[in-house]
């Protein structure tokens, strides 16, 4: 099997694939990506256009045939490296649930809410996530009160909930725990219960979910995700909303619903008072 050329490439996936001692191994295929497991970790390969993120690794990507478990050399020499950019100390939480609010209040400009993104309206989610919206709710409303004890325990509740290689419960949750490193990065609110809560989350959520939406999962609970959620925290910060919705829009592209799922986690969490905003 040829070399593959690869044109971007995240800062997690280059570091394992600079420790790995052997090929990548496929861990499974999607209609548009190729999970791999490298030096012990998990990347994904995907084809030109495809939503940067840590673990990405952008190309042409081969076809692997069936039965292959294995997938040739990866030619980074030419590779772009894509990592978030640090936002500034001193963003208040305030500020930061302020430009949350305005951006609710764009809904309608960034497309229409799926998943856990119906709360984002006051509606509620389409079966199976119907059951659990009261949860989801409560979850919610724990983390942006900054209850980080209750945000744990109701959280692991919501692990492996719904369908797809990363459930909604589990997007849901990544998205508010993000929005909770977020604050804690810029210093506007106290790490140490968080960082105990992310811990309880990631345990529980290697016996709640499938070992890959685990792994995704594990980077938001650290306060790395896909591009456009860096890039939608970023222009909330600075207060420019219309490079919000620009990225909001890329973010809920990604899968079925997963970028609504982490959207609405991050933007209640943020300004808890967004859930049922009229869209403009």
Request: some cysteine; overall charge negative.
């Amino acid at each position: 099997m040829r070399t593959v050329s690869v044109t971007d490439v995240g800062w997690k996936a280059r570091q394992r694939l600079a420790d790995a001692e052997g090929p990548p191994v496929v861990l499974t295929r999607l209609s548009r990506s190729v999970y791999l497991e490298v030096a012990g970790d998990i990347v994904w390969l995907g084809p030109p256009g495809s939503t940067l993120h840590g673990r990405a690794i952008i190309a042409d990507v081969p076809d692997l045939g069936a039965g292959t478990d294995t997938i040739a050399g990866l030619d980074l020499s030419a590779a772009r490296e894509w990592s978030p950019a640090a936002l500034s100390p001193g963003i208040g939480a305030a500020a930061m649930a302020g430009a949350a609010a305005q951006l609710a209040c764009r809904l309608s400009r960034i497309g229409r809410p799926d998943g856990f993104g119906a709360l984002l309206v006051g509606a509620p989610p389409a079966f199976p996530l119907s059951h659990a919206a009261d949860d989801a709710m409560r979850f919610l409303a724990a983390c942006g009160a900054g209850d980080a004890n209750a945000a744990a325990a109701l959280g692991q509740r919501l692990l492996g909930l719904g369908p797809g290689l990363t459930p909604a419960g589990d997007d849901l949750v990544g998205g508010a725990f993000f929005a909770r490193r977020l604050l804690v990065d810029v210093g506007a609110v106290d790490p140490t219960p968080w960082r105990r809560a992310a811990t309880a989350i990631h345990a529980r959520a290697r016996d709640r979910t499938h070992r890959i939406s685990a792994t995704l999962l594990g980077d938001l609970l650290e306060g790395a995700a896909y591009a456009p959620l860096h890039d939608l925290a970023a222009a909330l910060a600075a207060g420019d909303t219309a490079t919000a919705v620009d990225a909001a829009t890329r973010l809920v592209a990604i899968g079925h619903s997963s970028g609504w799922d982490m959207l609405t986690g991050f933007l209640i969490t943020l300004a808890p008072e967004v859930r049922g905003t009229t869209p403009a």
